[in-house]
């Protein structure tokens, strides 16, 4: 099983700055198989961002990932207030597919 | 535009049984691999069973195995997912979820989900 491992736990910053979250795993990715969701409280996860960089439909530009192998990066270009939430990133690659642990963004 | 509605969620004493079902509309639902996530507080999110289109490829989370029962009815529309021998470890909130890509042959991404139902275990 691909163990997924997500840093910093918790990211505080400020509106306008930008965001670098990171996700490790325990083995390499197949296929970069990698997607990110950000989910805020009370609602399902949003699917953000798959095969490691392309945009799901409707997700701004300001979010963008990329990585390869073992190592990837969700980054927020310049927070806007609705994005302030939860991030967990999933491989699919290979079977179990497995969550991350994710990382809250806070506002400071 | 896409919709899954789960139900049956609820609390039960450990030991017992619950069917969960989610009714999807707005998309060819027997051309999508399905999917049940949940959610605990302590655990995140885990990705607990799916199914193929035809039902043939069927994988169920280790944590589940032996206990929990995914079907589906292509007729109907809907995913099911019953859930027996419930242990205080199941309590979390179930999400349905569609898959991203038409007539995959693998799951992969949650493209969409629903807006989950909590099952609470507890005596």
């Known amino acids: 099983e691909i163990v997924l491992t997500q840093s910093p736990g918790t990211l505080s910053l400020s509106p306008g700055e930008r965001a670098t979250l990171s996700c490790r795993a325990s083995q390499s990715v197949s296929s970069s198989y990698l997607a990110w969701y950000q989910q805020k409280p009370g609602q399902a996860p949003r699917l953000l961002i798959y095969v490691t960089s392309t945009r799901a439909t409707g997700i701004p530009d300001r979010f963008s990932g990329s990585g390869s192998g073992t190592d990837f990066t969700l980054t927020i270009s310049r927070l806007e207030p609705e994005d302030f939430a939860v991030y967990y990133c999933?491989?699919?690659?290979?079977?179990?597919?497995?969550f991350g642990g994710g990382t809250k963004v806070e506002i400071k | 535009q896409v919709q899954l509605v789960e139900s049956g969620g609820g609390l039960v004493k450990p030991g017992g049984s619950l069917r969960l079902s989610c009714a999807a509309s707005?998309?060819?639902?027997?051309?999508?691999?399905m999917t049940w996530i949940r959610q605990t507080p302590g655990k995140g999110l885990e990705w607990v069973s799916h199914?193929?289109?035809?039902?043939?490829?069927?994988y169920y989370a280790d944590s589940v195995k032996g206990r929990f029962t995914i079907s589906r009815d292509n007729a109907k529309n809907s995913l099911y997912l019953q859930m027996n021998s419930l242990r205080a470890e199941d309590t979390a909130v179930y999400y349905c979820?569609?898959?991203?890509?038409?007539?995959?042959?693998?799951?992969?991404?949650?493209?969409?989900w629903g807006q989950g139902t909590l099952v609470t275990v507890s005596s």
């Open positions: 707005g998309f060819m639902f027997s051309d999508y691999y």
């Open positions: 999933q491989q699919y690659g290979s079977s179990p597919l497995t």
């Open positions: 979820a569609r898959d991203h890509y038409e007539g995959s042959l693998a799951p992969s991404t949650a493209r969409h």
């Open positions: 199914i193929s289109t035809g039902g043939g490829d069927i």
